[in-house]
C-alpha cells in the first residue's frame, strides 16, 4: 500500500475530477472586488516593494500596471487590473468545467487531454491532513491515476511522482539570505506534505530556491549559487529525501569551485538516502526578450544522463530544452522512463506552447513527463530593457504555472492553478511505456541511421541542403 494516498478526501469535484482545495472561481472573483478598494486606497500611501505580484502586467500608458499580493500598490496611479488567473478562473480546466454542459465538457477534455485506458485520467484520493495543510496555505492540490492494461507476465509496476510549483513570498529588496531561508521554509512543508502522500519521486521547478532574476543582467544575484553539496538548499532537500525515503529532484545555481567558480544552472537528483545521485546541467541556454540567461551560465556540458533511482530511471530537460526535439530524444534513447521539466516561463511569451510541448515529448519518445513552472509575478528594484524595443520595466511578466504530467499514451492530467502555488501527485503504472511501445512502434521504426547521416552532414561547414528544384523555375 502507498502511504498517505489512500486516505479520503472529501469534496471531489464534480465529474470526478479536477481535484483541488482551490476557493470557488466566484468567491475569488467576489474578494478580488472586495479587495479593490483597499489596493486602490494604499496607492496614494505605501511605497513600491519589490517581490511577488500576482498579476499579468497590463500595458497603460508605456508602464505596467499591477495587482499587488504583499501590501504593495502601484506608484503610477492605476486601478489592480488582474490576479494572474484565467478570466477570472485557476486554469482552462475550470474555465470549461464551470460553461460547458457535462456531454460537451467530456468531449472537450477527450480532445484536449486524450483518454488513459478508454477513459478520462482517473482521480486519487488526498490525505485529509495534507489537504487541510494545502488550504491553510492556499495552495492547489490535486491528485491523478494513469494506468495501464493489465498482463498475465508482469505485475503492475507503480510509481507516485510529485511536482511542486511555487512563488517568491519575500520581497527582492530582502537581504538575500532572508529570500533563501523563506523558500527553503516554505518548499520543507511543501515536501513533507509530499511526503504524508506517498510521493516517491518529487520534482521542484527551475530555481526554486531565488527569484528568477536573470531577467536583470544584476551579477549580485550570482550570490544564491551554492555547492551541490554543501549548499543550504542542498542540505535541507537531502534531510527531506532521507526523511521520506523520497528521491528528489531538486535545481539550483551550481558554484563550480573546481573550475574557477563557474556557475551552471544545474539540476541535482538526490536519492532516498539523501544521497547525491548526480547531476545535469542546463543544455540549452535562451536568448529571448528578458530571458537572455547567458549573462550568468552557459550550455551545459553533462549530456544526457538519465539516473536509475530506487523508483524509475529519470531523466530533467531543464526549461528552455523543452524546445528542442532532439533535447527530448536524448533521454528517451539513454532510457528514460521519466522526464522532468522544470521551467520559469511567462505568459506573454510560451503559454500556447505549454501544453503541446511535453504531451509531444511523451508521445514521440514514449515516456512519462512531468512539466513544471513556476508562478507568481516577481518584480525588481531596477528596471530592465529585452532588447525588443519595449519600455523598460521591473518584472518579466507572469509566471503561469499550470503544471501537469503526460503519458505516453497521448493523455495528461490537468494543470494545476495557473496563479497560486501548487503539488500535483500522480501515480503511474511504467508498463505503460512497453505497451505503448509495442502499439505504435515509434522506436522501433525510427530512422535513427539516416537522422545521424543528415546531422553528420549539418554539422559541416560545407554543408549543401539537401534541396531537388524544379527545373521550370
Known amino acids: 500500500m502507498v502511504r498517505g ?3 479520503p478526501k472529501p469534496g471531489i469535484g464534480r465529474k470526478g475530477g479536477l481535484q483541488s482545495t482551490s476557493a470557488d472561481s466566484r468567491l475569488l472573483s ?5 479587495t479593490s478598494g483597499v489596493l486602490r486606497s494604499l496607492q496614494a500611501t505605501t511605497p513600491m516593494k519589490f517581490g511577488v505580484l500576482n498579476a499579468l502586467p497590463k500595458e497603460v500608458s508605456g508602464t505596467h500596471d499591477y495587482t499587488a499580493t504583499n501590501g504593495a500598490a502601484p506608484t503610477n496611479g492605476a486601478a489592480p487590473v488582474d490576479d494572474g488567473s484565467l478570466a477570472g478562473h485557476e486554469s482552462l480546466e475550470a474555465l470549461l468545467e464551470k460553461y460547458l454542459p457535462e456531454k460537451e465538457l467530456e468531449q472537450a477534455i477527450r480532445v ?3 483518454y488513459n485506458q478508454g477513459k478520462r485520467v482517473g482521480t486519487l484520493p488526498i490525505d485529509e491532513n495534507v489537504a487541510s495543510t494545502a488550504a491553510a496555505l492556499d495552495m492547489d492540490l490535486k491528485a491523478y491515476q494513469f494506468t495501464a492494461a493489465e498482463e498475465e507476465m508482469r505485475e503492475p509496476r507503480t510509481v507516485v511522482m510529485g511536482l511542486v510549483q511555487n512563488s517568491i513570498d519575500v520581497p527582492t529588496t530582502e537581504p538575500f539570505k532572508v529570500q533563501k531561508q523563506s523558500l527553503i521554509d516554505k518548499i520543507e512543508k511543501i515536501c513533507d506534505m509530499a511526503g504524508e502522500s506517498g510521493v516517491q519521486i518529487l520534482c521542484l521547478q527551475e530555481a526554486w530556491n531565488m527569484p528568477f532574476a536573470f531577467c536583470t543582467r544584476e551579477k549580485r544575484w550570482c550570490e544564491f549559487a551554492e555547492d551541490l553539496e554543501t549548499g543550504a538548499s542542498m542540505l535541507k532537500i537531502k534531510e527531506l529525501a532521507k526523511k521520506w525515503d523520497m528521491v528528489i529532484v531538486t535545481t539550483i545555481l551550481e558554484r ?3 573550475h574557477s567558480s563557474t556557475v551552471w544552472n544545474t539540476a541535482v ?3 532516498h538516502n539523501g544521497n547525491v545521485i548526480g547531476k545535469h546541467r542546463k543544455n540549452h541556454i535562451p536568448r529571448v526578450n528578458d530571458f537572455n540567461e547567458s549573462t550568468y551560465y552557459m550550455e551545459g556540458n553533462t549530456g544526457h544522463p538519465v539516473f536509475e533511482t530506487k523508483y524509475a530511471k529519470i531523466g530533467v530537460n531543464i526549461c528552455y530544452g523543452r524546445h528542442h526535439t532532439l533535447n527530448w530524444m536524448g533521454f528517451g534513447l539513454n532510457g528514460a522512463e521519466i522526464v ?3 521551467s520559469a516561463t511567462v505568459g506573454e511569451l510560451s503559454e500556447p506552447m505549454w501544453a503541446i510541448e511535453a ?14 513552472n513556476r508562478v507568481g509575478t516577481e518584480t525588481f528594484e531596477n528596471e530592465f530593457t529585452s532588447g525588443d524595443e519595449k519600455p523598460a520595466h521591473h518584472d518579466f511578466g507572469h509566471f503561469y504555472g499550470s503544471s501537469y504530467v503526460a503519458s505516453p499514451d497521448a493523455s495528461r492530467t490537468p494543470a494545476l492553478a495557473r496563479n497560486k502555488d501548487g503539488l500535483m501527485i500522480v501515480e503511474c503504472d511504467l508498463n505503460i511505456i512497453q505497451q505503448v511501445r509495442d502499439r505504435w512502434g ?4 525510427g530512422r535513427h541511421d539516416m537522422y545521424a547521416k543528415l546531422l553528420a552532414r549539418y554539422i559541416q561547414h560545407d554543408f549543401e541542403p539537401q534541396i531537388i528544384r524544379d527545373p521550370q523555375l
Open 269 to 271: 537528483v538526490v536519492g
Open 359 to 372: 504531451r509531444n515529448a511523451a508521445i514521440n519518445n514514449t515516456y512519462f513527463v512531468g512539466a513544471i
Open 30 to 34: 467576489t474578494a478580488m472586488r472586495d
Open 442 to 445: 515509434i522506436q522501433m521504426t
Open 5 to 7: 494516498l489512500l486516505r
Open 256 to 258: 563550480d569551485d573546481v
Open 112 to 114: 484536449l487531454h486524450g
Open 340 to 342: 522532468f521539466n522544470p
